[in-house]
């Protein structure tokens, strides 16, 4: 069955940097985009732009260029959040997200990122 | 910059039916699909309206999703509301440059 699941926790201090990764299984990895979506504690989702599985060619949402990285490795079916010089703010539930034609939108389980000194 | 509203909390009781409005900002809420996704706490996303008013397999038909154009809006009915309903729901769409948007969530209490 389809499943995307996603790296566990990380504890970061600020100026470090991290890498989540989504591993997909039970389709077709290079079909559809892969989508990031952020919560931080106690918000709402924020989008944070999507990744062509198929090209490797990101698009960053607004607020997400510069330190935000999207990328992929075809070969074990898994797409990568890389965020550099991290700040507290980056604390958040980071998600990757991928649309089917007869579901919607499927979800991985999240990977909590904590940024503290 | 487009944006989608939605109440804060609603609440209602359990056998009930309620209704969680998604309020566009600007534009034709009708010009693109609007999906809604449960989150219960510490879990992540589920999706369980897309396109409107398609549901996945396995979401109950409890759950239905509708648009009104004349108030912009769209919505998530949910009937025969069960304590396990109770959950954050969020509605979310496109603009105009097909950049998603998501509305900023309703907290759902069954009481």
């Known amino acids: 069955q389809v499943q995307l699941v996603q790296s566990g926790s990380e504890l970061k201090k600020p100026g470090a940097s991290v890498k989540v990764s989504c591993k997909a299984s039970?389709?077709?990895?290079?079909?559809?985009?892969m989508n990031w979506v952020r919560q931080a504690p106690g918000q709402g989702l924020e989008w944070m732009g999507w990744i062509n599985t198929n090209t490797g060619n990101p698009t960053y949402a607004q607020g997400f260029t510069g330190r935000f990285v999207f990328s992929l490795d075809t070969s074990v079916s898994t797409a990568y959040l890389q965020i550099s010089s991290l700040k507290a703010e980056d604390t958040a539930v980071y998600y990757c997200?991928?649309?089917?034609?007869?579901?919607?939108?499927?979800w991985g389980q999240g990977t909590l990122v904590t940024v503290s000194s | 910059n487009f944006m989608l509203t939605q109440p804060h909390s609603v609440s209602e009781s359990p056998g009930k039916t309620v209704t969680i409005s998604c309020t566009g900002s600007s534009g034709s809420i009708a010009s693109n699909y609007v999906q809604w996704y449960q989150q219960r706490p510490g879990s992540a996303p589920t999706t369980v309206i897309y396109e409107d008013n398609q549901r996945p397999s396995g979401v109950p038909d409890r759950f239905s999703g509708s648009i009104d154009s004349s108030s912009n809006s769209a919505s998530l009915t949910i009937s025969g509301l069960k304590t396990e309903d109770e959950a954050d729901y969020y509605c979310?769409?496109?603009?105009?440059?097909?950049?998603?948007?998501f509305g900023g969530g309703t907290k759902l209490t069954v009481l």
């Open positions: 979310q769409s496109y603009d105009s440059s097909n950049i998603w948007v």
């Open positions: 039970g389709y077709t990895f290079t079909s559809y985009a």
């Open positions: 997200a991928r649309w089917f034609d007869d579901w919607g939108l499927r």
